[in-house]
């Protein structure tokens, strides 16, 4: 590789990369992928052990402090999240400002951000004291905040955090109970989600890392990093794609067309279609994550006793598109959002919330990547080349 600022500092030379598909922009040590070959692994450790044998806030401090914790070092991250999970009370007025029917991923996003309103308590958003607090902060409160988007989509009372709980318990209980009656936790559902949660955790300077990289590059606190990268999840061919999936699949159901004359249409381009969940920039090759979710689906499923068609037309499609010539010769395969809208589903979040559950997912590897810039790389402010294609000079008419 050749560092090109030096190169375009010597030559005036720029290059032209539309969507950034081969230029690196930084140097980083969190997360391996090896597109070709189908592999990840954070700081050296493959994806498919983690997703076996960790624990969402194991791998979290795997990723942001390089390491994996000693138990004590486990104990006391955990016990801290615990301790700042609790939003503060005039939040509830921000909420209730929003409109019902407003993206959970809009509120997400929003409440970050408001966030930092409440937490100005540095001048120095690179104090390394006040980067752990606010680390702390966010793990402990965005999966509250998430829990509140939800809770007010479908018109029910907040729960306030139960914090002899653990994290994914917790989130569970602020999703699903309700103020009536005791939760019971069903450690199917508690395992099932932890390990789509670390799947999700990082995934090198794809988009929405790379936009919470740009703005911490200007010197942003992490707040304000995060809600952007919250919004850059969003989009339907990034994180939003777990959304767009099943809203595919109950498509084909409801409109009785079979998978067979859909996947025509895919490769048509019939209005722009895509088979969601399919192609990847990096993997040109079955996604490792995907192959984990496809495995666990089944168990999952019926674990939960549930019984979706969806799952069996997510299943033919890919057996389509995988013996098809079209996507053969495109080298797309299922990604990690194929199949888990219909996990999600079956653990009673209703659609809207897929991309939220991705972005709690993700939180530690963007925390990760913000410190990895400001506290260990040194920044330098992101700013991309152009090409101008305008007018040549031109004067303003004197009339
Ligand atoms: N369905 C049908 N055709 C596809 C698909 C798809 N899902 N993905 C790519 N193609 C086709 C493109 O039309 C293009 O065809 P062409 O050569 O005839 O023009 C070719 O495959 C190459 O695709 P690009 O769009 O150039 O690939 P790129 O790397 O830019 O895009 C992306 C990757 C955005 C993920 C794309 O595959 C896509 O839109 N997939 C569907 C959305 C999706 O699942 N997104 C989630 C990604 S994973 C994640 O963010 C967690």
Do not use: C
Not at 3 to 28: E, P, W
Not at 317 to 342: H, M, S
């Amino acid at each position: 590789s050749i560092d090109v600022s030096t190169l375009t500092r010597q030559t005036g030379l720029t290059a032209l990369d539309y969507g950034f598909v081969n230029t690196s922009s930084t140097r980083s040590a969190i997360t391996y992928i090896d597109g070709e070959q189908g592999i990840l692994r954070y700081r050296g450790y493959p994806i498919e052990e983690l997703a076996e044998h960790s624990t969402y806030l194991e791998v979290a401090w795997l990723l942001m402090y390089g390491e994996l914790p000693t138990a004590d070092q486990l104990g006391e991250f955990d016990e801290k999240i615990r301790r700042h999970t609790l939003l503060h009370e005039d939040l509830k007025r921000f909420f209730s400002a929003l409109p019902h029917t407003a993206h959970p991923m809009a509120v997400l996003s929003s409440a970050v951000a408001a966030l930092s309103t409440y937490y100005e308590d540095s001048s120095d958003p690179h104090d390394p004291d006040h980067v752990e607090l606010t680390t702390i902060r966010l793990l402990a409160k965005m999966p509250v905040i998430a829990a509140y988007a939800h809770k007010k989509s479908i018109g029910q009372a907040f729960l306030y955090p139960d914090n002899s709980l653990n994290f994914v318990e917790n989130f569970l209980r602020l999703n699903f109970g309700n103020m009536a009656e005791p939760y019971h936790i069903d450690p199917t559902l508690a395992k099932a989600l932890d390990r789509l949660l670390i799947l999700h955790e990082d995934h090198e300077q794809n988009a929405s890392t790379s936009t919470v990289r740009l703005v911490g590059s200007t010197g942003a606190n992490l707040y304000a990093s995060i809600s952007a990268g919250i919004q850059a999840l969003s989009g339907p061919l990034h994180g939003g794609a777990n959304e767009a999936v099943l809203q595919m699949l109950a498509q084909i159901r409801d409109s009785g067309e079979g998978v067979g004359k859909f996947v025509e249409r895919v490769k048509r381009k019939e209005d722009g279609v895509k088979l969601m969940g399919f192609g990847h920039r990096v993997y040109k090759n079955y996604d490792p994550r995907a192959k984990i979710v496809k495995t666990s689906a089944d168990a999952v499923l019926e674990g939960l006793g549930v019984n979706d068609p969806l799952l069996d037309i997510a299943k033919e499609l890919e057996q389509f598109a995988l013996e098809d010539d079209y996507f053969k010769q495109r080298r797309l395969y299922p990604n990690v959002d194929f199949y888990t809208g219909v996990i999600y589903k079956a653990m009673g979040f209703p659609t809207r919330m897929f991309t939220v559950l991705f972005a709690i997912g993700r939180l530690p590897g963007w925390i990760a990547h913000w410190r990895e810039m400001n506290l260990d790389g040194g920044t330098k402010i992101g700013r991309p080349q152009q090409l101008y294609t305008g007018s040549p000079e031109r004067h303003y008419p004197m009339h």
